[in-house]
């Protein structure tokens, strides 16, 4: 609440807060933000984005594109007729390509729309595609979450036709705020045409064509709605008896891109609810940007971190702080950001990046031969020679001559001069090999 009002959105009641909400960045799924993430509720009709995931799985598999034409049957047109769930019109025997059926599903939330697609992934088994939704699930890491029908209502609500086989018709999808921002993480990263569809405040399906239906958005947070939140490009909402109000947005300023799920908002029996939701959601965005920033960590090249120096190949990116410096440690042959937030899941990409090891200059000293030695220590080494070879030459050519006291034999009158002289020839040698024993 206070987030919300601090934001500038100073008439939100306590009665409407967010029962759960989460926001992680949309680059290695740090969890930014969290309030009672991982308390199982119902997604409503944001359920619907786990078919257009798989949607967009069988266009990446070369199962069909977007121009796939599917051909409305008379049950889908009876559906379509079905007023207690959202719906837009859909004509029997008319051919509508899979794209425009994509808007039906993202902007109205059309039920009819999502079970054609649903129908045509799984060749008309209805309970197939539901394993489906429930393996791929488990396969991202949503490990609270069930589902028992394509498009977040009831089986039963279909008044008998849609019946996934193997599924309680009576059957509720549950799920969490931190598995269905999971959900919408892989969404994004592996299909991010989706954004195509759902960054559009309205909408125009089949345009040109009898069937031209207009469609206006229950994203409020999109720029040009009621709510307009700057960077916000999707992503679904959905609401129902038992689950309140609910949204998923994701918004992208610079680099860095937001997800964050709100779920619980208000009550079933206050239809404002669709407008309570995004003032919550736009706080909490608001704050995140603030807080955080996707920045370049580490450029490539050699840096020195514990003990070593390391060469990178390519520039270090993550979502960090603003006002925290980057914490990078070494493990496992990978520089790695120490003091991330903690991510939604293991199968998170890591926030980190290989390297390789480079030569510091001290090690590049060890590896120098033995005998290469420093300036100072060949100085050293030629001193004694030089001043052995220098003495030697002062005794050999200027030998010392002593003044005569009182008598003297011819005998030691000789006898000095030569001493000094085999001394001097002593010094020079020596030092000759002193000086071969430094080149050797």
């Not at 808007?103 to 079970?115: G, R």
Request: glycine residues 8%; proline residues 4%.
């Amino acid at each position: 609440m206070e987030i919300t009002k601090a934001a500038g959105y100073t008439d939100v009641l306590e009665v409407n807060k967010p029962k759960a909400s989460i926001v992680i960045d949309g680059a290695n799924g740090q969890i930014l933000w969290e309030e009672n993430s991982e308390v199982v509720r119902e997604p409503a009709s944001i359920s619907k984005m786990m078919t257009v995931f798989l949607v967009f799985d069988a266009i990446k598999e070369g199962k069909m594109n977007l121009d796939t034409k599917i051909t409305a049957t008379e049950k889908d047109q009876e559906i379509s007729q079905l007023y207690a769930i959202s719906n837009n019109k859909i004509v029997a025997g008319v051919e509508y390509p899979v794209r425009e059926l994509l808007k039906m599903v993202i902007v109205p939330s059309s039920n009819v729309a999502t079970v054609m697609l649903a129908n045509t992934v799984s060749k008309n088994d209805s309970g197939e595609f539901i394993r489906k939704m429930n393996e791929k699930a488990k396969t991202i890491g949503m490990n609270k979450t069930a589902f028992y029908n394509c498009s977040g209502a009831s089986a039963v609500s279909f008044e008998g036709l849609y019946n996934p086989a193997g599924f309680d018709p009576n059957g509720s999808n549950t799920s969490t705020a931190r598995d269905l921002a999971t959900m919408v993480f892989f969404l994004l990263n592996d299909h991010p045409e989706v954004l195509e569809f759902t960054s559009q405040a309205k909408v125009t399906a089949m345009e040109g064509t009898p069937y031209e239906e207009t469609f206006e958005t229950y994203n409020y947070s999109l720029p040009g709605a009621k709510y307009g939140f700057e960077g916000v490009d999707g992503l679904k909402t959905g609401s129902g008896p038992s689950s309140a109000f609910n949204y998923i947005a994701t918004a992208k300023r610079g680099n860095t891109r937001l997800i964050e799920v709100i779920l619980g908002v208000g009550d079933w029996s206050d239809q404002d609810g669709e407008y309570y939701r995004h003032p919550f959601g736009n706080a909490l965005l608001k704050k995140t940007f603030d807080e955080y920033e996707h920045r370049l960590l580490l450029p490539k090249g050699e840096h020195g971190i514990e003990d070593k120096t390391i060469k990178l190949d390519q520039d270090f990116y993550g979502v960090v702080k603003k006002n925290e410096k980057p914490k990078l440690t070494i493990q496992d042959n990978q520089v790695m950001l120490a003091n991330k937030n903690e991510q939604l899941t293991e199968k998170m990409p890591k926030l980190s990046l290989n390297y390789q090891e480079a030569k510091t200059d001290k090690a590049k000293k060890e590896q120098l031969p033995a005998t290469s030695n420093s300036s100072s220590d060949q100085k050293k080494n030629y001193l004694l020679p030089g001043v052995l070879a220098v003495l030697g030459l002062l005794l050999l050519l200027f030998p010392i001559k002593r003044k005569s006291v009182g008598r003297t034999t011819r005998s030691s009158r000789k006898k000095g001069p030569a001493v000094f002289k085999l001394a001097g020839a002593v010094c020079i040698f020596i030092s000759l090999i002193l000086l071969a024993m430094t080149f050797l």
